[in-house]
C-alpha cells in the first residue's frame, strides 16, 4: 500500500500549513550497496521528522534511480512528513516517481533551457516539462533558477524569475556549489523581483545552509534544503542528529 497524499491545489504552503519557515532535508542515498543506502535513508528521514524537519527530498546524488525506487517503496508504507523527489539522471521521471509512491512534491535542478549550452538543453526540455506538468496535476514543483553547477541562461534574473513564476510552485536558488552558501544578496534581489512579480510567491534557499545562518536565509526566504550541513560536510557521510536539532533551534518564527 502506497502513501496517498491528497492536495486540493497545487502550492507550496499547502504542502506544510502548519510551518511559516520550512527546512526541507536531502537524502544523498549513500551507502556501499541498495541494503545500506535504504536502511540509512529510512533512518534519516526519521531524524529528520523527530527533530522537526518540514519534509525531505530523495535525490539519487550517490544512488541510482533503482535506489530512488526502492527507497520510496519502503517509506510510502509508512508515510512520515511530505516527501519529495529528485532524480538528477532523469528529472522528468520525478514525476512517475511521485505520483507511483504518493510523493507531494518533486525539486528540478533547473526549469530553463540554457540557449548557450548544447549539455544543459539536453538536460531541460520544456515541452516536457510541461507535458509531465500537465499530466500530474497536484504534484508541487520546486524549480531551480539560477541553481549550481547549471549554465545561465544568458538572460537577466528578472527574465529568469518571471519565467520560473509561470512554471512552477516555488523557486530554488542556490550558491555557485554544493555547501556553498546562497548569498543573502542574491536571496534579497530575488525577493524583491519576486514580489514585483507574484507577491509572496515562494522562495527556498538551497546550498550551504547552516546552524549559523539559517535565521538570516530564513529571514529572506520562505524555506531551505539542507543536506550537506546534517553530514558534516561530506554527502557521504550520514545524518547527524545534533546537527539537525542545532539548526532547527535556529528556525525563525517556528
Not at 520550512?22 to 541498495?34: P, S, T, Y
Not at 543573502?184 to 549559523?212: A, C, H, N, Y
Request: overall charge negative; charged content about 30%; hydrophobic content about 35%.
Amino acid at each position: 500500500m502506497r502513501c496517498l497524499c491528497i492536495i486540493m491545489e497545487r502550492s507550496f504552503h499547502g504542502l506544510f500549513p502548519n510551518n511559516d519557515k520550512v527546512v526541507i532535508g536531502m537524502i544523498h542515498l549513500a551507502g556501499r550497496d541498495r541494503e545500506e543506502r535504504v536502511d540509512r535513508a529510512v533512518k534519516e528521514v526519521m531524524i529528520y521528522k523527530e527533530e522537526g524537519l518540514g519534509g525531505f527530498i530523495v535525490e539519487d546524488y550517490h544512488g541510482d534511480v533503482e535506489d530512488v525506487e526502492a527507497v520510496l517503496e519502503v517509506l510510502s508504507e509508512n508515510p512520515t512528513i511530505p516527501m519529495g523527489i529528485n532524480v538528477l539522471s532523469n528529472p522528468y521521471l520525478a514525476f512517475d516517481l511521485a505520483d507511483d509512491y504518493g510523493a507531494s512534491f518533486v525539486q528540478f535542478d533547473t526549469i530553463h533551457a540554457s540557449p548557450g549550452s548544447p549539455r544543459n538543453n539536453r538536460r531541460f526540455c520544456e515541452k516536457k516539462y510541461l507535458e509531465m506538468r500537465d499530466r500530474y496535476p497536484k504534484i508541487v514543483v520546486l524549480g531551480g533558477v539560477v541553481f549550481k553547477h547549471v549554465p545561465l541562461t544568458g538572460r537577466t534574473w528578472d527574465e529568469d524569475i518571471r519565467d520560473g513564476v509561470s512554471k512552477c510552485e516555488a523557486i530554488v536558488t542556490t550558491g555557485p556549489g554544493t555547501g556553498i552558501e546562497t548569498p543573502l544578496s542574491k536571496l534579497v534581489g530575488f525577493r524583491k523581483i519576486m514580489d514585483e512579480i507574484s507577491e509572496g510567491f515562494p522562495l527556498v534557499t538551497g546550498s550551504g545552509v547552516s546552524d549559523l545562518n539559517v535565521r538570516d536565509q530564513l529571514e529572506v526566504a520562505d524555506a531551505a534544503i539542507v543536506g550537506s550541513y546534517f553530514k558534516g560536510e561530506n554527502t557521504k557521510f550520514p545524518v547527524k542528529r545534533d546537527l539537525v536539532r542545532k539548526l532547527v533551534d535556529n528556525i525563525p518564527y517556528c
